[in-house]
Structure formats: structure tokens, C-alpha cells
């Protein structure tokens, strides 16, 4: 699956984009932030976002991203497992939200369901 991935840590970004081959997702382009632009010329299947490092909140960097890439699977990933923040990210747009909290196995299965959300 195409995949767009924000890592706002840089140095963190290369084990994502390892992680995410291994759940089934080519990453085709990265970026520390949001652009909407960039987004848009790589048509990706889905965008990966690591939402905790953006000033205005996860869930408002997620309707960003929401309005450059209408049909692609948003997958949020965050530190909080507050089912409240959840639902703010699904109500701006992210089709999963899935906690660094979790087990790596548990990451791998909530991101391999999110890669079968109909883009």
C-alpha cells in the first residue's frame, strides 16, 4: 500500500518507514511535516502520522492532512490512550488511532487492519 509518512522526529523515521515494510506498507515519500501539496503529487494509499509533536494538536494536524488526501486511509499514531483524544482524531478524520503504548504485535495487527480501510 502506498504510504505517506510524518515523522516530525527525523530520527525516528527510518525505523517507522522499516516497520511499516514489514506491516505490508511501501512508504513512497516522508516529511517532518505537513505538507499538502507533497501529499497530493504522491497519491498515496495512506498516510501515516505520528501526531504527538504538532503545536496546534494531533487532531488538527489530522483534518489537515484529511483535506490534501480525501480517499487515503489516515492512520494516527500517538502516546495517548485516552479514548477521548481518540475520538477527537476520528471525528478530524483518522480512519485508525493506534497508541505507541501498545505491543509491537498489537501496532503490527491495528496496522494491518487500517490497511484494509477502503481508501
Given at each position: 500500500?502506498?504510504?505517506?509518512?510524518?515523522?516530525?522526529?527525523?530520527?525516528?523515521?527510518?525505523?517507522?518507514?522499516?516497520?511499516?515494510?514489514?506491516?505490508?506498507?511501501?512508504?513512497?515519500?516522508?516529511?517532518?511535516?505537513?505538507?499538502?501539496?507533497?501529499?497530493?503529487?504522491?497519491?498515496?494509499?495512506?498516510?501515516?502520522?505520528?501526531v504527538d509533536f504538532f503545536e496546534?494538536?494531533?487532531?488538527?494536524?489530522?483534518?489537515?492532512?484529511?483535506?490534501?488526501?480525501?480517499?487515503?486511509?489516515?492512520?494516527?499514531?500517538?502516546?495517548?490512550d485516552d479514548p477521548t483524544y481518540?475520538?477527537?482524531?476520528?471525528?478530524?478524520?483518522?480512519?485508525?488511532?493506534?497508541?505507541?503504548?501498545?505491543?509491537?504485535?498489537?501496532?503490527?495487527?491495528?496496522?494491518?487492519?487500517?490497511?484494509?480501510?477502503?481508501?
Amino acid at each position: 500500500m502506498r504510504t505517506y509518512l510524518i515523522e516530525p522526529q527525523l530520527m525516528f523515521a527510518g525505523y517507522l518507514q522499516s516497520f511499516l515494510a514489514e506491516a505490508g506498507f511501501d512508504v513512497v515519500a516522508m516529511s517532518h511535516d505537513i505538507d499538502g501539496k507533497d501529499i497530493a503529487l504522491h497519491a498515496p494509499a495512506a498516510v501515516f502520522v505520528d501526531v504527538d509533536f504538532f503545536e496546534r494538536g494531533g487532531p488538527n494536524a489530522l483534518c489537515r492532512i484529511r483535506q490534501a488526501t480525501p480517499s487515503a486511509a489516515l492512520i494516527a499514531y500517538c502516546n495517548s490512550d485516552d479514548p477521548t483524544y481518540a475520538a477527537a482524531c476520528f471525528i478530524s478524520g483518522a480512519d485508525a488511532v493506534i497508541s505507541k503504548h501498545s505491543g509491537t504485535e498489537r501496532v503490527m495487527s491495528s496496522l494491518r487492519e487500517a490497511a484494509l480501510v477502503p481508501a
